[in-house]
């Protein structure tokens, strides 16, 4: 569905899944001379799909680090006693079964059926895809390549298919909306759910930004800070 593909793009704001996703294609769709739109959707496909490659201690073991996160305890907290009580001072009876609630705390909801792999299990809270982007044509093209290395043919290896994450995907959820919403800094937050890859080749101006931290020092987080605004190196 959506396939930014140069690194600069990946950290302009933009607008996330959903509606977002949706106004893209049907302006394509409308586009004259606009090729012609591949129909199927790129679905979620769930964190256990991305796990069989991304399990690799060597190479960052992005499922591992996602596991220790809130994220992927995000649809078993709307079944506390503080959840309840959240709940109840908005109308919501079944948090684990409201919109108004898993809208934010699982991956894909509101998305048209045909949009997510079969037995893709909203029980697994926010997963990868909410921060990355359906994950289906990824994996198709990244099984691909690999099947031509086996046979000795080059591997392509640029950005495919994901959707970059900026501080506007986190904001989609962080915001106050949230009944138990606490004030966000996108440089905290980054540093504290990282999963880089120790092995990934990037440039210079990309390593940079991803070390990027906080440029308010203890007034953080600040209007900018939250934004992503502002940031500066982080001194060594
Ligand atoms: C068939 C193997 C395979 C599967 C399954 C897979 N990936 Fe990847 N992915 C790769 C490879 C290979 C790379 C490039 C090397 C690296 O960064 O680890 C990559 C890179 C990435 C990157 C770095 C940015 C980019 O586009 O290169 C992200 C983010 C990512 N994968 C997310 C996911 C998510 C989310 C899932 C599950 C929906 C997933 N991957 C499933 C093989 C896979
Ligand atoms: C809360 C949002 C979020 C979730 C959930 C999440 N990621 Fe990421 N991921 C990020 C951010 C932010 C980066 C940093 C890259 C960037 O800013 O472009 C990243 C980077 C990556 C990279 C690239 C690493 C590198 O060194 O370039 C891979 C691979 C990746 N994620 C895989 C996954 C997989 C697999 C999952 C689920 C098991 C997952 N991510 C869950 C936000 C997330
Ligand atoms: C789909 C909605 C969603 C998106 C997108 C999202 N988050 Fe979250 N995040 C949550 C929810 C819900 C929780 C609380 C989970 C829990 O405590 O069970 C959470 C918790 C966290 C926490 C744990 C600390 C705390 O206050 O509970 C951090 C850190 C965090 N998110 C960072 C990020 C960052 C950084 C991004 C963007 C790269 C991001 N999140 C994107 C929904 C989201
Ligand atoms: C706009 C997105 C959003 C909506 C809607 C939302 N949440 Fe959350 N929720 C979050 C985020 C983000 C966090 C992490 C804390 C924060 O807000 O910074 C969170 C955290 C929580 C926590 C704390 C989890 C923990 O481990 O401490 C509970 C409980 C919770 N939410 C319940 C609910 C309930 C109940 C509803 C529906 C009435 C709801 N949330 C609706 C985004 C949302």
């Given at each position: 569905?959506?396939?930014?593909?140069?690194?600069?793009s990946r950290?302009?704001?933009?607008?996330?899944?959903?509606?977002?996703?949706?106004l893209?294609?049907?302006?394509?769709?409308f586009t004259?001379?606009?090729?012609?739109?591949?129909?199927k959707?790129n679905k979620?496909?769930?964190a256990?799909?991305c796990k069989?490659?991304?399990?690799?201690d060597?190479?960052?073991?992005?499922?591992?680090?996602?596991?220790?996160?809130?994220?992927?305890k995000?649809?078993?907290a709307l079944?506390?006693?503080e959840?309840k009580k959240a709940?109840a001072?908005r109308g919501v009876?079944?948090?684990?079964n409201?919109?108004?609630?898993?809208?934010?705390?699982v991956?894909?909801?509101?998305?048209p059926?045909?949009?997510?792999?079969?037995?893709?299990?909203?029980?697994l809270?926010?997963?990868?895809e909410?921060c990355h982007?359906p994950?289906?044509l990824h994996i198709?093209k990244r099984?691909?390549?690999?099947?031509?290395?086996?046979k000795?043919?080059?591997?392509v290896?640029?950005?495919?298919?994901l959707?970059?994450?900026t501080?506007?995907?986190?904001l989609?959820?962080?915001?106050s909306e949230?009944?138990?919403f606490?004030?966000?800094?996108?440089?905290?937050?980054r540093e504290e759910t990282?999963?880089?890859?120790?092995?990934?080749?990037?440039?210079e101006?990309?390593?940079k930004?991803?070390e990027?931290?906080c440029?308010?020092?203890?007034?953080c987080?600040?209007?900018k800070?939250a934004?992503?605004?502002g940031?500066?190196?982080?001194s060594?």
């Amino acid at each position: 569905m959506r396939t930014h593909t140069s690194t600069r793009s990946r950290w302009l704001p933009t607008v996330t899944l959903g509606i977002g996703g949706a106004l893209v294609m049907l302006l394509a769709a409308f586009t004259p001379g606009a090729p012609a739109q591949d129909k199927k959707p790129n679905k979620f496909v769930g964190a256990s799909k991305c796990k069989s490659c991304h399990s690799s201690d060597e190479t960052g073991n992005q499922h591992a680090a996602w596991m220790k996160m809130d994220h992927a305890k995000a649809y078993e907290a709307l079944a506390s006693e503080e959840a309840k009580k959240a709940g109840a001072a908005r109308g919501v009876t079944d948090p684990q079964n409201d919109p108004a609630c898993l809208k934010c705390h699982v991956t894909g909801h509101g998305a048209p059926p045909e949009n997510l792999a079969k037995g893709f299990d909203i029980k697994l809270g926010v997963q990868c895809e909410s921060c990355h982007g359906p994950g289906e044509l990824h994996i198709k093209k990244r099984m691909a390549a690999a099947a031509k290395a086996e046979k000795g043919a080059p591997v392509v290896l640029e950005k495919d298919e994901l959707a970059p994450v900026t501080p506007q995907t986190c904001l989609g959820c962080h915001n106050s909306e949230s009944p138990t919403f606490k004030p966000f800094c996108f440089f905290k937050r980054r540093e504290e759910t990282k999963h880089l890859n120790p092995k990934a080749q990037r440039t210079e101006e990309e390593a940079k930004r991803l070390e990027l931290v906080c440029g308010e020092g203890d007034k953080c987080p600040t209007e900018k800070c939250a934004k992503g605004e502002g940031g500066i190196p982080k001194s060594k």
